[in-house]
């Protein structure tokens, strides 16, 4: 058994993981990163990177059937559903590197390929070693929530996991669960050429902004993926090949492949966490503002916290880490200027507060702006004008901001720079957009809060009129 002494302990190398490790050892930390499985995470291998790049296989074969709106004869593309997974694998390997055990021991850090485990309050065994740290960091992600539907362990069952190793094109795909994996897998997959349902128990992307994300439903629906909502899974049937999901209210479906797609778990059950007296509830592990577990020498962040689930939070909560762990500075995490972005097609983002969680903090003091993709004409030009803009505005300021449409999550890291900075509408406004782009929308929706009150006042006009009276 090898004994380590470290400033800083690391368990698990995804997006958060990686982040602390590298900023801490650049900073002069010692630092002992544990990962039993690949580096880089669920982003890397099973999340983010192959999604986004079977959704560009998607795209590429939706453009080759729609193009004739711009004087382009169609073509029926000829997909190759194993070399788009090859593209997938393709893109994940040009990332690889950076997340690599190489890099990570150039930059000085110890990397151990073992799971870790708490033995007491202040140690960490992984494999044949025994780490004591100053500080512990927790970032061992979640992992797919498989739920208990009578029948679904008997079936073949596809999750984010195993998407990425299927390589004969499913027939029919279904569905279950209509959140953000369960919407891009559905759309990447239709324009694929597969039949596709979706069969979601609530409302889909009902995380969303309902009228945000009724944008982006029907146009799903146009594109012929039927989606069912109020449908509960509540049994499953079948075989390779030919699988049925039967819903609570008695409905069938029926297609050759199920992808599961209902939440995520977080991935604490082999830390031992109890001895270390690390609590946790449902959602992961229990954290206050600065991150820090139940035991105060150890921190936790990204999935396995239990907030928001996206890279960017696994990398912001790094960044929180650092400043406390490293620097001993006092260091907050917040939320209300955490932005996400969908990646269906319009796409849907959002950041800070929705339009009802802003009615019901703010009451009447809440202006809601909107500005649609048809007045853009850049987006006409694109063909791409469904879509809108949404702000929810406060004294000024904007609190909360929604976009459906072309871009969206290109659009929405303006107004993540507004929520950080607590900017004023009247700063968008002074922006000057080139003309044409996209990004027009956003100034055009700080012009929206403006309009009504330089347009529609009297008061401007009297003054107006008395200036005009009185110019040369
Ligand atoms: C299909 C899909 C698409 C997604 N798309 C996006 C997107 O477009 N944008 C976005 O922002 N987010 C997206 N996400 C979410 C994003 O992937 C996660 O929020 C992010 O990976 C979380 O980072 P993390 O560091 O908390 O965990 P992870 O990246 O999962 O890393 C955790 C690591 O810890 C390791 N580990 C676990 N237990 C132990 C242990 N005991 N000892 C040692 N190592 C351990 C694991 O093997 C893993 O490598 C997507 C997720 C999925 C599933
Ligand atoms: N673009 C992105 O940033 C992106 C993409 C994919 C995933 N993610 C992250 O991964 C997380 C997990 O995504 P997800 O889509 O798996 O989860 P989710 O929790 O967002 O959505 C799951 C959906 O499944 C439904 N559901 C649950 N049980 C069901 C059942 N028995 N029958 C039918 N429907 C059922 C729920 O009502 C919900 O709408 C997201 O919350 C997000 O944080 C991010």
């Given at each position: ?170 027939e029919h795909l279904l569905v279950i669960g ?19 349902t979706v069969i979601e128990g609530a409302s ?239 100034k055009r929706a700080a012009g929206a809060y ?23």
């Amino acid at each position: 058994m090898e004994r380590i002494k470290t400033d800083i302990l690391v368990i698990g190398a995804g997006s958060g993981g990686l982040s602390v490790a590298a900023g801490a050892v650049q900073m002069g930390a010692s630092v002992v990163l544990l990962e039993d499985h690949k580096m880089g995470g669920d982003c890397l291998n099973y999340g983010c990177v192959p999604s986004k790049a079977l959704i560009a296989s998607g795209k590429a074969a939706w453009g080759q059937s729609h193009s004739e709106v711009y004087g382009v004869a169609n073509v029926t593309p000829k997909v190759d559903y194993a070399a788009a997974k090859d593209h997938v694998q393709g893109v994940i390997a040009q990332i690889e590197p950076v997340d690599s055990q190489e890099r990570f021991e150039g930059l000085g850090v110890r990397v151990i390929r073992e799971r870790g485990r708490f033995i007491s309050r202040t140690e960490v065994q992984a494999g044949d070693h025994v780490i004591t740290a100053r500080r512990v960091v927790i970032a061992t992600g979640s992992s797919p929530f498989v739920p208990p539907i009578p029948g679904l362990d008997g079936v073949p069952y596809l999750t984010n996991e195993t998407l990425w190793t299927l390589r004969h094109q499913p027939e029919h795909l279904l569905v279950i669960g209509g959140g953000p994996i369960g919407m891009e897998m559905a759309q990447a997959h239709r324009r694929l050429g597969s039949e596709v349902t979706v069969i979601e128990g609530a409302s889909a992307l009902g995380k969303d902004d309902p009228e945000m994300s009724a944008v982006v439903l029907e146009k799903l629906r146009g594109e012929g993926i039927a989606i069912e909502e109020e449908a509960l899974a509540a049994e499953v049937r079948g075989k390779e090949g030919a699988i049925e999901v039967e819903v609570k209210d008695g409905r069938v479906f029926k297609g050759s492949h199920l992808l599961v797609a209902v939440g995520r778990s977080p991935n604490i059950d082999d830390l031992d966490l109890d001895k270390a007296g690390i609590k946790t509830n449902r959602a992961g592990i229990v954290v206050d503002s600065g991150l820090r577990t139940s035991n105060r020498g150890v921190y936790a962040i990204g999935d396995v916290a239990g907030g928001l689930q996206f890279t960017h939070v696994a990398g912001y909560h790094a960044g929180i880490v650092i400043r406390s762990a490293v620097l001993g500075l006092p260091a907050k995490a917040k939320t209300g200027h955490l932005p996400w972005a969908t990646y269906t097609d319009p796409e849907l983002a959002h950041v800070g507060l929705t339009e009802a969680q802003a009615k019901k903090e703010h009451g009447p003091k809440l202006e809601v702006v909107r500005f649609h993709y048809e007045h853009n004409d850049r987006a006409l030009a694109e063909r791409k004008a469904a879509g809108l803009i949404k702000v929810m505005v406060v004294r000024g300021r904007a609190v909360g901001v929604s976009i459906a449409g072309y871009q969206a999550g290109e659009l929405i890291n303006l107004w993540s720079l507004v929520l950080a900075n607590n900017l004023k509408m009247s700063q968008v406004a002074n922006m000057v957009s080139p003309y044409p782009t996209i990004g027009e929308v956003n100034k055009r929706a700080a012009g929206a809060y403006f309009s009504p009150r330089l347009f529609e006042s009297d008061m401007v006009k009297r003054v107006v009129g008395l200036v005009q009276r009185w110019l040369p």
